[in-house]
């Protein structure tokens, strides 16, 4: 079982940033990866950033750019920087773990969401 501690979510006026950070309560070379996701009001919650275990890094084409997700491997924590924001980046935003057993089996689990509310 992973447990994922969210923070760093408010509001701020459009062009100005935010860092959400999630830590997760194993170590994060555990996982396969880690995630932000994200939900707006009347719409599927969609994926913002991806880090895979390797590094590797994936965005959203609307965030590329104005987004960089990266990690801490020592406080097992992963950030989401938010830079430019725009009014419609508001919405609950979502961390994610990815982990698979021995048998192949893939688990996900998800943080318990924290608001970012952007003013135009």
């Known amino acids: 079982q992973v447990q994922l501690v969210e923070s760093g979510g408010g509001l701020v006026q459009a062009g100005g940033s935010l860092r959400l950070s999630c830590a997760a309560s194993v170590s994060i070379f555990r996982l396969n990866a880690m995630g932000w996701y994200r939900q707006a009001p009347g719409k599927q919650r969609e994926l913002v950033a991806i880090?895979?275990?390797?590094?590797?890094?994936n965005y959203a084409d609307s965030v590329k750019g104005r987004f960089t997700i990266f990690r801490d491997n020592g406080k097992n924590t992963v950030y989401l920087q938010m830079n430019s924001l725009k009014p419609e980046d508001t919405a609950v935003y979502y961390c994610?773990?990815?982990?698979?057993?021995?048998?192949?089996?893939?688990?996900?689990?998800w943080g318990q969401g924290t608001q970012v509310t952007v003013s135009s």
């Open positions: 994610n773990a990815e982990a698979m057993s021995a048998s192949g089996t893939r688990y996900d689990y």
């Open positions: 880090i895979i275990s390797g590094g590797s890094r």
